[in-house]
């Protein structure tokens, strides 16, 4: 399978509905951030009867500045974009920040 039909196949997946979860408001958010060096990601999430479900992404690639920064304020401006990014969804939910920083 050439790379173009398994990038649709994998975006077809990720879409599918049974895949995304619908947000439940009364439910806390689960936030995933990481950080390359070029670029910043996050995944949106809850866990809903018992399985976490995906209910967003978020992808974001730097500018030359930000790719200039040290990992550990990559994956700081990682936390604060998705934050920017997902505010309508976080707004008075309780959110777990999970990220990952290796020294």
């Keep these: 399978m050439d790379r173009r039909k398994s990038f649709d196949k994998l975006k077809s997946a990720l879409l599918a509905t049974e895949i995304l ?3 439940r408001p009364v439910l ?3 936030l995933d951030s990481d950080a390359s060096d070029i670029s910043v990601g996050a995944v949106l999430s809850q ?3 018992g399985i976490e479900k995906p209910i ?3 992808y974001k690639v730097l500018n030359e ?3 200039n920064y040290c990992p550990t304020r990559r994956e700081l401006l990682a936390v604060v ?3 920017q990014h997902f505010w309508n969804y976080l707004l008075g939910a309780k959110v ?3 990220t990952v920083t290796i020294a």
Excluded: D, K
């Design 96 to 98: 777990i920040l999970r």
């Design 56 to 58: 967003a992404f978020f």
């Design 81 to 83: 974009l998705s934050l």
């Design 47 to 49: 866990t809903i009867n």
């Design 21 to 23: 979860g619908y947000p």
């Design 65 to 67: 500045a930000q790719r």
């Design 28 to 30: 806390p958010c689960l």
